[in-house]
Nanobody
Framework: QVQLVESGGGLVQAGGSLRLSCAAS????????MGWFRQAPGKEREFVAS????????YYAESVKGRFTISRDDAKNTVDLQMNNLKREDTAVYYC????????????????WGQGTQVTVSS
């Protein structure tokens, strides 16, 4: 069992930055691919970024590439998402996700979800 708790969301102006953090419980954190997904009002949940469990390869949605950076610290059981140059269309609830022995690229691969943290970007 893994519990994920996100923090760091909030209100920011367009062009600004936020850093989301996800703290995971459990002793097998390094065996999980970790990802971030988001869901805007009236839209389906979508992939944002992930870092795989073994090779630590990173993947990004095209819409955030070059602006967002995902990182993980296996010693602290955390995964962060640094978001720069935020745009209004980045407004959404952001979810931390864990996929056992996976890449966390697709929601169908996810074994555990966090409760979500709201990010609101104003113009």
């Amino acid at each position: 069992q893994v519990q994920l708790v996100e923090s760091g969301g909030g209100l920011v102006q367009a062009g600004g930055s936020l850093r989301l953090s996800c703290a995971a419980s459990g002793r097998t954190f390094s065996s999980y691919g970790m990802g971030w997904f988001r869901q805007a009002p009236g839209k389906e949940r979508e992939f944002v970024a992930s870092i795989t469990w073994r090779l630590r390869s990173v993947y990004y949605a095209e819409s955030v590439k070059g602006r967002f950076t995902i990182s993980r610290d296996d010693a602290k059981n955390t995964v962060d998402l640094q978001m720069n140059n935020l745009k209004r269309e980045d407004t959404a609830v952001y979810y931390c996700a864990a996929a056992l022995l996976g890449s966390a690229l697709r929601s169908t691969q996810i074994d555990y979800w966090g409760q979500g943290t709201q990010v609101t970007v104003s113009s």
